[in-house]
């Protein structure tokens, strides 16, 4: 098993512009989220789907967009990219049940300029 | 106020030294609680549920103070390996986890 997979593991991107971050997981788990990490800020929810078809909000959604086709993958869309939003993403995936054994992807770096 | 709070450290201590990190939350309603790992650059990955009852898992052990709103880890015989940050996490609502900042541990030879 590949466990979670993240791609691209780097990018920069101009403001504005628009980009998807994939992540996929081989694991069956019904559960998907997408979280940012800040210096200073800890781990925080951006969003997640508990199946396949169903998304929510988690702590900071301004400015993504999530869909949940498959229970494989679940990408991550920056709609306008912004300074602000120059983070380490996490996608991470669980059984349902088992919340607190989140299996991480290794994450993408992402630079706005 | 932050709901998990961490001292951020760094916790500089020698191999074979015992090291404690405490660890705050605000929701008196938070139901589970655990120590996650996070090495430079790389993904958090879980070291260890919290119980109520305290719990150890060779050299770490974990406590909870339900009254006072705390958990601790504790790492014994400290290894150059255990560098790393100790992530505070906490779940309040069914689906979702609240992670702390992180406390930073430098173990040296």
């Known amino acids: 098993n590949a466990g979670v997979t993240q791609t691209p593991k780097f990018q920069v991107l101009k403001t504005g512009q628009s980009m998807t971050l994939q992540c996929a997981q081989d694991?069956?788990?019904?559960?998907m989220s997408w979280y940012r990490q800040d210096p200073g800020m800890g781990l925080r929810l951006i969003h997640y789907?508990?199946?396949?078809?169903?998304?929510d909000q988690g702590e900071v959604p301004n400015g993504y967009n999530v869909s949940r086709s498959t229970t494989e993958d679940f990408p991550l869309r920056l709609l306008s990219a912004a300074p602000s939003q120059t983070s380490v993403y996490f996608c991470?995936?669980?059984?349902?049940?088992?919340?607190?054994?989140?299996?991480f992807g290794p994450g993408t770096r992402l630079l706005v300029l | 106020r932050k709901e998990v709070e961490q001292d951020p450290g760094p916790f500089n201590v020698p191999e074979g030294a015992t090291v404690a990190f405490n660890c705050t939350y605000s929701n008196s309603a938070s139901q589970s609680f655990f120590w996650y790992r996070q090495d430079c650059r790389k993904e958090p990955k879980l070291l260890m549920s919290v119980y109520s009852s305290g719990n150890e898992d060779g050299r770490f052990t974990a406590q909870l103070n339900r009254a006072s709103q705390y958990i601790s880890l504790l790492i014994r015989d400290s290894k150059l390996s255990d560098s790393a940050t100790y992530l505070c996490?906490?779940?309040?609502?069914?689906?979702?986890?609240?992670f702390g900042t992180g406390t930073r541990l430098q173990v040296f030879p």
């Open positions: 991470a995936s669980n059984l349902a049940g088992s919340k607190e054994t989140q299996y």
């Open positions: 789907s508990v199946g396949a078809g169903i998304t």
């Open positions: 694991m069956n788990h019904e559960y």
């Open positions: 996490v906490v779940n309040i609502y069914t689906d979702k986890l609240i």
